[in-house]
């Protein structure tokens, strides 16, 4: 299979996919019981009014109806208008979705240097008590999923040493001079670092519940192909050269041993990013998950599918990079 | 080598030990409740609201633990919760395995338009961020515990069928089955009597990991104000008004969380330690 067609079809499967989620989340969104246009009319709306509203927003059609006239808006750019807040889906979801993109970014960065640490030092010092240690914290950290973190973390630095921030993404009675909502990048681009102080001690332990668990990951999994590196021959080679053992672990062992934990960093990537809804809706931080549970129990239909739809790009957006990258720098699929 | 997998083994045992032991503790517990619980849980006591656990100045001895906002006693209300927990963990612990191990099992074996099927659905239910699905589901199909039960089978079979999947396969390719199939056997039987017992340990490891996930999500529905009635005790529910009051009273947030913890890791633990004892290397 050439390249080429390993894409095509890649792209093929991701827009079923996407079809797919559109279509059940339509469908499941509809069977919500509970009028929402009797929700947002005052009481003692008549008849009239509910039926304006209703053919408004389109209810009065019937499902499949529904899906085409959303399905050939969404085609558009257009998801509709949110029933809580009445503001086009689209604006309030990208006017959050830096927030969430921010905490994710951070987060995977934080594991990637700390699971890499890890596993260097773990190589570094095999068959050591810090090897055995590294190894049992690890185990720990990939038993526990990002929910209990984040409430351990709140108890450790929010309560007993209160050294960061638990809710909110940055305190309000600042006054923010950024003209997008990408806050952590306007700040380090503004040169205003007491700004970037203050947003990173908010997102400190969000972004440290959701490291953790992909921390213990990149630490296993490295530290796993680092190890089966160090007995190939070109190591050794290295090692009879007089090279130090740290330098040999890190220009000659980690190029070669970091192509199979970069395609699973992409792929967990994505359940870092699914672990923000509660995440943010444990600190409060105003993001995309957040968001989505306030419009879940407002029953902000239009809201909802908008939400779900664009995590649903970026999980699908995620994969798909992973699979081509590993597709374009693998020999035996490119050629093969 | 000999030694290092002796080592391995000793420590893997005693892992399933520990864990296994908390677990059949949180058995009892749920079995007992009625009688352990010194209060009950549901009891208000407006003028015993906030009271720290017994070491703490101020505490008053019947409520061990301390109480909540509303003066319920914080270790009843963990003892009750622990059948909820329970309840979760096992019914859809248990329907989530049959329901993801069975469609795993026909795609891997059969391939084909059945493979075709059920891997463009499992493609389109990797796509959902599962917590959200969840907490959707719950919304539409309103709370309850077999609401949550229902959620977490619909969302989670996709854990057994993808693995499930990649093991029959495997198996699939093997000559045994192929001796099978030349000995003029048919394919469900095959299927049955030779496939299924091969992959029957991965199965009961993913059991017993998706026991501890089903305990999360449900604190986690919980958590967020969906799971069951607010007034029944749940750990999630517990540690969701223990967050709000975190800087008043610690202690409604701490013990349950504890207990949690520990019942989520024993899970997990007990999973990776049968992973160990099941893997034929080590053995």
């Known amino acids: 299979m050439t390249l080429l067609r390993t894409i095509l079809l890649r792209l093929i499967t991701t827009a079923v996919t996407l079809f797919g989620v559109a279509v059940i989340v339509f469908v499941v969104v509809r069977v919500v019981p509970g009028n929402p246009i009797a929700m947002m009319l005052p009481p003692g709306a008549t008849q009239v009014d509910i039926d304006r509203l209703t053919a408004f927003y389109g209810l009065d059609k019937s499902i499949a109806q529904q899906f085409l006239i959303w399905g050939a808006g969404v085609l558009h ?13 689209l604006a309030l979801v990208l006017g959050r979705l830096p927030a969430t993109l921010e905490l994710s970014v951070l987060a995977l960065a934080m594991a990637v240097l700390m699971g890499g640490a890890a596993a260097l030092t773990g190589t570094r010092l095999r068959g050591t008590r810090v090897e055995g240690g590294i190894d049992i914290a690890g185990g720990m950290a990939l038993s526990i999923p990002d929910f209990l973190w984040g409430l351990i973390l709140i108890l450790l630095f929010g309560v007993l040493v209160p050294v960061f921030q638990i809710s909110g993404r940055v305190t309000p009675s600042l006054k923010l001079p950024f003209s997008s909502n990408f806050y952590l990048v306007e700040s380090l681009a503004r040169l205003r670092f007491d700004l970037t102080r203050d947003l990173l001690s908010h997102m400190f332990l ?16 490295l530290k796993q192909s680092l190890k089966e590196t160090m007995h190939l021959d070109y190591v050794t080679l290295a090692r009879t050269q007089g090279y130090s053992e740290a330098r ?11 192509l199979p934990t970069l395609t699973l960093v992409g792929v967990q990537f994505t359940f870092l990013i699914g672990g923000t809804v509660i995440i943010e809706r444990m600190f409060s931080y105003e993001g ?3 968001m989505a549970i306030d419009a879940v129990i407002n029953r902000d239909l239009p809201l909802i599918q908008g939400i779900v739809i664009l995590f649903a790009v970026i999980f699908t957006g995620v994969n798909l990079l992973v699979d081509l990258t590993y597709a374009a720098l693998n020999p035996r699929l490119r050629h093969g | 080598m000999a030694d290092g997998r002796m080592e391995v083994r000793r420590r893997a045992g005693l892992r399933l030990w520990l864990s296994a032991a908390w677990l059949a503790v949180v058995v009892v517990v749920a079995l007992l409740a009625p009688h352990l619980a010194p209060k009950n849980p549901l009891e208000q006591d407006l003028f015993s609201g906030r009271l720290p656990p017994f070491w703490q100045h101020g ?13 319920r006693d914080v270790l009843s209300r963990i003892i009750f919760g622990s059948r909820i927990a329970l309840s979760v963990a096992l019914i859809s612990g248990t329907l989530t395995c049959l329901i993801g191990a069975s469609l795993g099992l026909l795609a891997g074996f059969f391939r084909g338009w059945v493979d075709l099927v059920i891997s463009r659905l499992i493609d389109i239910w990797m796509a ?8 959707l589901l719950i919304a539409v199909i309103g709370p309850g515990l077999g609401s949550i039960i229902l959620a977490i089978v619909v ?26 199939r030349v000995a003029g056997r048919g394919r469900m039987g095959i299927l049955w009597r030779e496939v299924l017992p091969n992959v029957l340990p991965i199965i009961v490891v993913l059991l017993t990991l998706e026991m501890g996930i089903a305990v999360i999500v449900e604190a986690i529905l919980s958590f967020v104000n969906l799971s069951i009635s607010t007034d029944f005790p749940t750990w999630g529910g517990m540690i969701s008004e ?19 913890f520990l019942t989520v890791l024993s899970f997990s633990q007990l999973g990776e330690g049968l992973k160990d004892r099941f893997d034929p290397v080590l053995r």
């Open chain 2, 59 to 71: 505490a008053d001895p019947a409520f061990v633990l301390g109480t909540d906002s509303l003066g």
């Open chain 1, 77 to 89: 750019g257009d998801f509709g208008t949110s029933i809580t807040s009445r503001q086009p889906v």
């Open chain 2, 242 to 260: 223990g967050r709000a009051s975190v800087h008043q009273a610690w202690w409604v947030l701490v013990f349950p969380l504890v207990t949690l």
């Open chain 2, 155 to 180: 969302i989670d079979w996709t854990r057994f069928a993808r693995v499930v999947r990649a093991e029959a396969m495997a198996q699939g390719a093997m000559d045994y089955i192929a001796s099978a």
């Open chain 1, 206 to 221: 969000p972004a440290l519940a959701l490291a953790i668990p992909l921390t213990a990951i990149i630490a296993q999994l």
């Open chain 2, 128 to 135: 959902f961020p599962p917590v959200l699905f969840s907490i």
């Open chain 1, 288 to 290: 995309l998950g957040n």
């Open chain 1, 248 to 258: 040999v672990i890190w220009r000659q062992a980690l190029p070669n041993a970091i």
